[in-house]
């Protein structure tokens, strides 16, 4: 079975645009949530998704957007980015929304110049 | 309230040997405890997970060690291989407030076997 998948690998923007980013969870997953990773830390959560709905949301500022799509794949959108938003953005899927294990794509390097 | 903390910042273990990684946390809300392993360039992979009604949990070479009195838990790696060579993140999922799986990560731990 195919794991969780985002796209695109890498991307390269600069200060002031917008960026989507896209992810698609194990088949029968229902849980999509999204994760930030500078360099040398640990992932900080962003944005949980379940069922279409937004279910928790982390210390992030408005500039960061998600949704969820019927087929539950979901997008995370960045505007008006920064310097310090280059990291690694990760998606983990889950069969639900409570205390599930958590499965993590290879995640979107995004680098902003 | 919401932080784990994981030591030691990195290890060297020579091969064979066992590799230990310690967590801590304070909020006693924790009920779901998960450890992932990252390899350059990786998403985390899910390891071995925990929950606090279990003292110790064991798969494969891995093995989770829970105190729940003193808020920490450990992996144990047996016969550590140059293929464990990778970052190790402990992690908790706080259940009771409505947040679902926000996973709230350590500082992670940087591995490395020796042959």
């Known amino acids: 079975d195919a794991g969780v998948t985002q796209s695109p690998t890498h991307l390269i923007k600069t200060r002031g645009q917008h960026v989507t980013l896209r992810c698609s969870p194990i088949?029968?997953?229902?849980?999509v949530s999204w994760y930030q990773q500078v360099l040398g830390q640990g992932p900080q959560f962003i944005f949980q998704y379940y069922e279409k709905e937004e279910r928790g949301r982390g210390n992030f500022p408005d500039r960061f957007s998600a949704r969820q799509f019927p087929n539950y794949s979901s997008e995370l959108n960045v505007n008006a980015l920064l310097l310090g938003d280059s990291a690694l953005y990760l998606c983990?899927?889950?069969?639900?929304?409570?205390?599930?294990?958590?499965?993590f794509g290879d995640g979107t390097r995004l680098s902003i110049l | 309230q919401q932080q784990v903390k994981q030591s030691p910042q990195s290890l060297i273990v020579q091969k064979g040997g066992i590799s230990i990684i310690n967590c801590a946390y304070e909020n006693t809300a924790f009920d779901y405890f998960p450890w992932y392993q990252q390899f350059p360039g990786k998403g985390p992979a899910l390891l071995i997970a925990?929950?606090?009604?279990?003292s110790e949990k064991k798969e494969g070479r891995f093995t989770i060690s829970f105190n729940k009195s003193a808020k920490q838990f450990s992996l144990h790696i047996m016969d550590s291989q140059p293929g464990d060579s990778a970052t190790y993140f402990c992690a908790a999922i706080d259940g009771a407030t409505g947040t679902a799986s926000k996973l709230t990560f350590g500082t992670g731990t940087r591995l490395q076997v020796t042959l």
């Open positions: 925990i929950r606090p009604d279990v």
């Open positions: 088949s029968g997953h229902k849980s």
């Open positions: 983990a899927s889950s069969l639900w929304d409570i205390n599930q294990p958590q499965h």
